[in-house]
């Protein structure tokens, strides 16, 4: 049994709460290598095939969206053997599991500094989204590479400027269409889930995630299963969201 820290009291579970777009800090892999004795990027290995049943049961669910967050901006001060694994990994993992993604009918999505993991990384990314272009996805797979989300919200501000510049206009910019001018392929997430004990954000989605719910498990990424996934759905259908309303 997983163990979701479930923040709002118990209920029953209410089918009509299920979320549309779910994100994921998959944290803990350098851990469970350590404690399993194993070079760190055998942890990003079964990092990865966690991920492939986490995906089917998030089709399973009938989700809209489920974002990951897999390489941080701070992730680039770890150690350069480290590095060349996980880009290595990358390439790897999506030769071998694009196929299969394509017959789920899952879109992939990349979003962040994609360009700073090298052209050989970039060309299979590249190669992946456009094999599994479905405008009718069963589920949109958004992959965070790269990604901060302060330098997200920095960015999104320049291109406003910018854009205002060129047109010499004043730009109608509301909480809702600046979502326009970030990175990430969705808007708000409906509930964040984190692995490995932790129990902070770690610069993912900032603006994204003003009224999410946050769901916290022990568990290290490698040990999570896609029953632990139904767990923490669960755990948000239980939750009654206000939205700063009185109810």
């Not at 394509?102 to 993991?117: M, R, S, W, Y």
Request: aromatic share 8%.
């Amino acid at each position: 049994m997983s163990l979701c820290i479930d923040l709002i009291t118990m209920a029953s579970a209410n089918p009509a709460n299920n979320p549309k777009n779910v994100g994921i800090i998959m944290d803990g892999n350098g851990r469970w290598a350590k404690q399993n004795s194993l070079i760190t990027n055998r942890g990003h290995e079964k990092g990865v095939a966690v991920v492939k049943e986490v995906v089917k049961e998030a089709v399973r669910q009938k989700l809209q969206s489920l974002t990951l967050y897999a390489f941080s901006t701070e992730n680039w001060s770890r150690p350069k053997k480290e590095i060349s694994g996980i880009k290595r990994l990358i390439i790897e993992a999506i030769h071998e599991q694009v196929p299969e993604l394509a017959e789920q009918k899952v879109k992939l999505n990349f979003f962040g500094e994609i360009e700073t993991f090298g052209k050989k990384v970039h060309t299979s990314i590249l190669k992946a989204e456009n094999d599994t272009s479905f405008t009718k996805p069963a589920l949109n797979l958004n992959i965070a590479l790269g990604y901060g989300g302060r330098s997200d919200i920095i960015n999104g501000i320049r291109t406003i400027v910018d854009e205002a510049k060129k047109t010499k206009k004043d730009l109608q910019i509301d909480e809702t269409s600046f979502f326009n001018y970030l990175s990430a392929p969705i808007n708000d997430l409906d509930v964040l889930i984190r692995t490995g004990g932790d129990h902070r954000i770690s610069n993912f989605l900032l603006y994204h995630i003003a009224y999410t719910e946050l769901i916290f498990v022990d568990k290290l990424w490698p040990d999570f299963s896609s029953n632990d996934f139904q767990d923490c759905l669960n755990s948000f259908k239980k939750r009654k969201r206000r939205f700063g309303k009185r109810v």
